[in-house]
């Protein structure tokens, strides 16, 4: 089974914008893996932010954006809020399996 | 308003079994993919299962392929999760998601698999 790897934290300042990276131990990341991207914060369920590499649903904020960068899916936040500060966690899909990075914990201080 | 609604988790030995069960409501479930996802206590979600739309086909982790099976009743908009030959390491929070493009999460249910 592939390995989806994430930074394992990341600190941002308010305001600031920070990239936030998908990698798959089989090779480069492409739109066929279709990247997905959720936020999670404490006592909550995950919420779906970003799917098929750059596509919002209508709740995502217009700060946050997904794209495929240097063989990687890649989560940009452009103006940091103090609610970004989360875990945020992407997805790929190889074939018939689906496989979750192992998250990025967000500080946005 | 769309809902998921995890039932069926518990307390259970190794070797046992438990069905899930996720009532969806507020989507026309019948269109919709439908997964199951699971998250141990301070860990991140791990995708276990997904099913077809008209349920004809199936797709597995393999941790948990031959022990767990996905179905659903689009009659009665209800995904199911059956878990047989339960281990510790499938102790989590069991959730469904689906919709269109995921959009939806439920809360989850808590399976512990202990002695």
């Known amino acids: 089974q592939a390995v989806v790897t994430q930074e394992p934290s990341l600190t941002v300042s308010p305001g600031g914008t920070v990239t936030l990276t998908c990698d798959s131990s089989t090779g480069a990341v492409t739109s066929g893996h279709y990247p997905y991207w959720f936020q999670q914060k404490p006592g909550q369920a995950p919420r779906t932010l970003i799917y098929?590499?750059?596509n919002k649903h209508s709740w995502t904020p217009a700060r946050v954006s997904g794209s495929l960068l240097g063989g990687k899916a890649a989560l940009t936040l452009s103006g940091a809020q103090p609610e970004d500060e989360a875990d945020y966690y992407c997805?790929?899909?190889?074939?018939?399996?689906?496989?979750f990075g192992g998250g990025t914990k967000l500080t946005v201080l | 308003e769309v809902q998921l609604v995890e039932s069926g988790g518990g307390l259970v030995q190794p070797g046992g079994s438990l069905r899930l069960s996720c009532a969806a409501s507020?989507?026309?479930?019948?269109?919709?993919?439908m997964s199951w996802v699971r998250q141990a206590p301070g860990k991140g979600p791990v995708w276990v299962s997904r099913?077809?739309?008209?349920?004809?086909?199936?797709h597995y982790a393999d941790s948990v392929k031959g022990r767990f099976t996905i179905s659903r009743d689009n009659a009665k908009n209800t995904l199911y999760l059956q878990l047989n030959s339960l281990r510790g390491e499938d102790t989590a929070v069991y959730r469904c998601?689906?919709?269109?493009?995921?959009?939806?999460w439920g809360q989850g249910t808590l399976v512990t698999v202990s002695s």
């Open positions: 098929d590499t750059d």
């Open positions: 998601v689906g919709g269109g493009f995921d959009a939806y």
């Open positions: 997805l790929l899909t190889y074939g018939k399996a689906r496989v």
């Open positions: 507020g989507f026309t479930f019948s269109n919709y993919w």
């Open positions: 099913i077809k739309p008209d349920g004809g086909e199936t």
